[in-house]
């Protein structure tokens, strides 16, 4: 069940880990733009998406895409080196290869698509600004069906196949069901993943989101005080944490929304991947009040509050912990 849209995200994600790994490499301060919203989006960002779109639209074109990016910014006519450099890169990796504006603007909005009852949800470039320093980031696309994560794909080019953090890079997948498994790019190494075993507090790891501002991180200090947790969280960008705790290299992922932005919602492709991960490494994923997240209420998170993945073991014991610092 799932195999032919399974098989496809796995390409199109691998395509997508290959360019944005040597545009990571060759990166100058020219290849990013800064949106709207002040966050930054780069050539691997457009480039990544308009891979993925290419491939899952060829051979699913029936399955509408939902993603981050639009090309809206490259159309100006004062970011065309930047558009050239998209392009550059894409010369190679699309069967395409005279690839003109129009063609790389087409492809890059087949992302711009509404949620429905089926639907892939794509985030080219999860955690821009580790990317930008050259550390974690991740190529996340996830199926939703009615309202429920299928199909998860975690592409994190910088982190081992071993959960660790080399350089190897790894692919991470999970079909609801049927486990979460982690190989090497080409498909070697592969593994099952499963959360820690870790029942002693003390020695538990929390990961948490590298910029302060996109969490409470006074609050997630003293929930993680609260649980006798004693080491300092480990910080890194993007769903690569999700990763980490479906491999066991940490056991508490918890995003509780920074008090300067208290009704933040938090976007579907930001979460949608790593969540049916966790959840098929045999841990819980919720939001901090303890609830199911929904995927059935458009682009956003709208219904839940924060994000929560963890062991199953500990998963009450956080939402008590969060509870308790009111």
């Given at each position: ?96 290869s005279d690839m003109d ?161 208290p009704d933040y919602k ?61």
């Amino acid at each position: 069940m799932l195999k032919i849209e399974l098989d496809t995200a796995r390409r199109a994600v691998t395509a997508a880990m290959r360019i944005t790994r040597r545009i990571q490499a060759d990166m100058t301060g020219s290849d990013t733009l800064t949106k709207e919203d002040r966050s930054p989006v780069t050539v691997a960002d457009f480039a990544s998406q308009a891979i993925i779109c290419s491939i899952l639209n060829r051979e699913l074109p029936n399955i509408p895409i939902v993603a981050e990016e639009t090309a809206t910014a490259l159309r100006r006519p004062e970011n065309r080196q930047l558009r050239n450099r998209v392009a550059h890169y894409l010369q190679s990796a699309v069967e395409d290869s005279d690839m003109d504006s129009e063609m790389l603007f087409n492809l890059i909005d087949l992302g711009n698509r509404s949620p429905g009852d089926r639907f892939w949800t794509l985030d080219p470039i999860d955690g821009t600004k580790g990317f930008l320093r050259g550390e974690q980031y991740a190529v996340a696309l996830g199926l939703i069906e009615r309202g429920s994560v299928q199909i998860g794909l975690l592409g994190c080019p910088n982190l081992d196949h071993e959960g660790t953090e080399k350089t190897g890079g790894c692919l991470v997948t999970s079909v609801r069901g049927q486990g979460a498994w982690m190989a090497s790019p080409d498909g070697s190494n592969r593994r099952q993943c499963r959360v820690s075993a870790t029942r002693e507090t003390r020695g538990m790891r929390f990961v948490e989101s590298y910029v302060s501002s996109h969490s409470n991180a006074d609050m997630q200090l003293a929930v993680a005080r609260d649980l006798g947790i004693r080491g300092n969280p480990v910080r890194m960008d993007s769903q690569v944490k999700y990763a980490v705790v479906a491999s066991g290299n940490a056991e508490i992922y918890l995003r509780i929304p920074h008090p300067n932005t208290p009704d933040y919602k938090e976007k579907i492709w930001d979460h949608a991947a790593g969540s049916l991960i966790v959840t098929e490494a045999g841990g819980r994923v919720s939001d901090i009040d303890g609830r199911p997240l929904d995927f059935s209420a458009g682009k956003t998170l709208a219904n839940n509050r924060g994000i929560l993945a963890t062991t199953s073991e500990m998963h009450e014991k956080v939402i008590r912990a969060i509870a308790r610092q009111g």
